[in-house]
């Protein structure tokens, strides 16, 4: 599915007068670390988001010293409204034009819908897909005003599962990001979901999950999910299933009977 028809591409010597800038938010780490050091890695200036100071201080670093580009930190939590504002403004700074977006910050939760307290699933819902859906109609108008721009959203094949708050979060994202990907049809503004699958990165770890027992070929390279997803953003299409499996199992699962689905679902979160 393709939104627009106009590929994307800011890169130095590709006809533009200006150094871009990427904004990524959890970008200290996994998958936002892979955007920023492949988007660094190509000229431009990056504006990384991440929570911890300290981290983000060590990224802009070394993206700086590698690649010779402008590295700018932003600290805020998504989940959040301060922090949302924060990068909203960011993101609306008309001096300083954000021509890529990628919003990648997320995080899990261990235990079951039931198990889990409201707050919980309301702050996880703020982060991700409040801050998603804030920040991506905050850039699409900056974006549209200037004629051209990019709207990466990491969300999930567990878009596609039942598996409680976190898969209800990830499928509004992915909805809304689809919206938005019809509604800029025909502009330079492209926008895509990402659903990746199992990715080797702290993400698991923090949410106290285990990759142990998840076989070698589900288990996709963040670097190789930042390289798929810039390619298929590149062409425009609305859609980025990286990895050949996790591409197979997409219509699967969303042509399978829906009890299929949430019989799948439950004894995944029940072997977790």
Known sequence: MTSGGRHWDFRPGTGHGHVPTALVTGATSGIGLAFARRLAAEGYGVVAVARDRERLSRVARELAALHHV?????????????????????????????????????????????????????DLDTLLYRSVSELSWRAAHAMRGR???GIVNVTSLAALFTSGPYSASKAAATVITEALAAELRGTRVTVTAVMAGFVTTEFHARAGMSLAGVPGFLRLDADAVARQALRDARAGRALSVPGAFYRALAPVLRAAPRGFVREISRNFQSAR
């Open 70 to 122: 402008p590295a700018e930190t932003l600290p805020a939590d998504l989940a959040t409204g301060e922090g949302i504002a924060a990068v909203a403004a960011r993101l609306e700074d008309p001096r300083r034009p954000v021509d890529v977006l990628v919003n990648n910050a997320g995080a899990g939760l261990r235990t079951t819908f039931l198990d889990s307290r409201p707050e919980e699933a309301a």
């Open 147 to 149: 004629g051209r721009g």
